[in-house]
């Protein structure tokens, strides 16, 4: 996102943070140098940390997800799943509302994250295009990494500058600072859960036990528990939350008035109630209130030590910065591509002068050569009810051809995003194309919260 203006569209990565428990001890990562070190550049894509990563000699992007304890693998190519070794088959359940998934597992793979090797790595294989992130994020996603990644290193991020600092868990060392907290971290299943304090209303602060989900775009989920004063605020809204590996997920959207870690305070914090229905399958610590997302972690400067459970923050230059939403009510996704006319080519070139009058008159002839090129093509993949987006016609499955005058393959979902969740009241153009009929639309972004 800009910085956190698109929650609706990354939220589906969470949505895998309660799939799996079990874990395989091969699954050990070493650093290949004598430095014990090394530094990893990431892209960061709806503030979601983006890797490229070497499956058995073949590189692929993956997501590294603290909410996450297996290895995760999906939308592969025929060519892609030839990678893997002696796959079995599984079935899968997670949030949202579907039947298991058929899955895959593979044991004995390679991987390398920079300067880190897991020689013997276990995975789970998501079939087909069933489960495709990708088009969702408008990025190539080829799985998720968390546990077996975390485990055997203390991880040090600077979401600003987009890389992180990876060293072996008895290299890293804690420096003396003033303006850091350092948050115990307790774990279930392999997966770290952080205290922190929410207020709700206004009202006095209430202890939450949030599972620690880098992989999560938003800022905050919280799962209603009225007995110890964790409610749904009067002002919100029902939404499309995210995309589940079991469908879709849905709940509300609301605004709380402070999320507290340590010193550190965020106020008038964008917040996500999942209903009861997509959380009935998900398996969890019994204790936990929520999840913390990437929206809050990329305000800080972060170490993440499971090894010494510690997960120390710092604020960077993103803190004071307003937490926004989607204001439109349409979630828009990545429906393959298109072939687009360009700017045709011109080329003069001399060719031989036949007449014996124009003696010495140098003829040139032009030919015009027509390029093509494949660009993003979209579609709209969910539309929130009585929204200005729903108000204004808009329709799930149409293709959108323009945006605020513009080709809408001129940008990225990101960058729609951002037009999105911008400013209340900026007027919205689109063109979309509806069984084979251009059809204007037209709306202005709504503030609900």
């Given at each position: 996102m800009i910085c956190y203006k698109h929650p609706s569209v990354w939220i589906i990565i969470i949505l895998i943070s309660a799939i799996f428990s079990n874990t395989f001890s091969q699954n050990e990562f070493v650093i290949e140098?004598?430095?014990?070190?090394?530094?990893?550049?990431?892209?960061?894509?709806?503030?979601?940390?983006?890797?490229?990563?070497?499956?058995?000699?073949?590189?692929?992007?993956?997501?590294?997800?603290?909410?996450?304890?297996?290895?995760?693998?999906?939308?592969?190519?025929?060519?892609?799943?030839?990678?893997?070794?002696?796959?079995?088959?599984?079935?899968?359940?997670?949030?949202?509302?579907?039947?298991?998934?058929?899955?895959?597992?593979?044991?004995?793979?390679?991987?390398?994250?920079?300067?880190?090797?897991?020689?013997?790595?276990?995975?789970?294989?998501?079939?087909?295009?069933?489960?495709?992130?990708?088009?969702?994020?408008?990025?190539?996603?080829?799985?998720?990494?968390?546990?077996?990644?975390?485990?055997?290193?203390?991880?040090?991020?600077?979401?600003?500058?987009?890389?992180?600092?990876?060293?072996?868990?008895?290299?890293?060392?804690?420096?003396?600072?003033?303006?850091?907290?350092?948050?115990?971290?307790?774990?279930?299943?392999?997966?770290?859960?952080?205290?922190?304090?929410?207020?709700?209303?206004?009202?006095?602060?209430?202890?939450?036990?949030?599972?620690?989900?880098?992989?999560?775009?938003?800022?905050?989920?919280?799962?209603?528990?009225?007995?110890?004063?964790?409610?749904?605020?009067?002002?919100?809204?029902?939404?499309?939350?995210?995309?589940?590996?079991?469908?879709?997920?849905?709940?509300?959207?609301?605004?709380?008035?402070?999320?507290?870690l340590g010193k550190y305070e965020l106020k008038d914090i964008t917040v996500s109630y999942p209903d009861s229905l997509s959380l009935e399958t998900v398996s969890s610590f019994e204790e936990r209130n929520g999840s913390v997302g990437a929206q809050v972690l990329k305000r800080f400067h972060s170490v993440v030590d499971y090894k010494g459970r510690n997960l120390r923050l710092k604020p960077n230059n993103n803190f004071h910065d307003p937490f926004e939403y989607n204001m439109s009510g349409v979630i828009i996704k990545h429906s393959g591509y298109q072939v687009v006319k360009s700017a045709a080519a011109s080329n003069s070139f001399q060719i031989q002068n036949d007449d014996p009058s124009n003696e010495g008159t140098k003829v040139y002839q032009t030919t015009r050569q027509v390029i093509y090129s494949l660009e993003p093509s979209y579609e709209v993949a969910e539309i929130r009810p009585d929204s200005p987006a729903e108000m204004s016609g808009l329709k799930i499955g149409d293709k959108i051809i323009k945006l605020n005058g513009r080709p809408a393959y001129k940008y990225n979902l990101q960058k729609i995003s951002e037009i999105f969740s911008s400013k209340e009241g900026k007027r919205i153009k689109m063109e979309v194309l509806r069984e084979g009929k251009a059809i204007e639309i037209e709306f202005r972004l709504e503030r609900i919260l």
């Open positions: 140098n004598d430095k014990g070190k090394f530094k990893q550049k990431f892209d960061l894509v709806n503030d979601l940390v983006i890797l490229p990563v070497e499956v058995n000699g073949r590189e692929m992007s993956f997501l590294l997800d603290t909410g996450v304890n297996s290895t995760i693998l999906f939308s592969l190519s025929s060519e892609d799943s030839a990678t893997v070794n002696n796959p079995m088959t599984v079935y899968l359940k997670g949030m949202g509302v579907g039947k298991p998934l058929r899955a895959l597992k593979s044991n004995h793979n390679e991987f390398k994250v920079g300067e880190a090797v897991s020689k013997d790595h276990s995975i789970y294989i998501i079939e087909g295009q069933v489960f495709s992130i990708s088009n969702r994020l408008g990025y190539p996603l080829n799985g998720i990494l968390g546990y077996d990644f975390f485990k055997d290193f203390v991880v040090e991020f600077n979401y600003k500058r987009k890389f992180m600092w990876v060293y072996m868990k008895d290299e890293y060392e804690y420096k003396r600072c003033r303006r850091c907290v350092d948050l115990p971290l307790n774990f279930y299943k392999n997966k770290p859960y952080v205290e922190a304090e929410v207020s709700i209303e206004g009202e006095d602060a209430h202890q939450v036990d949030l599972l620690l989900d880098s992989g999560s775009g938003d800022a905050l989920w919280l799962f209603s528990d009225e007995e110890n004063g964790i409610y749904l605020p009067e002002k919100s809204f029902a939404d499309f939350l995210g995309f589940g590996i079991s469908g879709s997920v849905y709940g509300h959207r609301s605004r709380i008035s402070s999320l507290s």
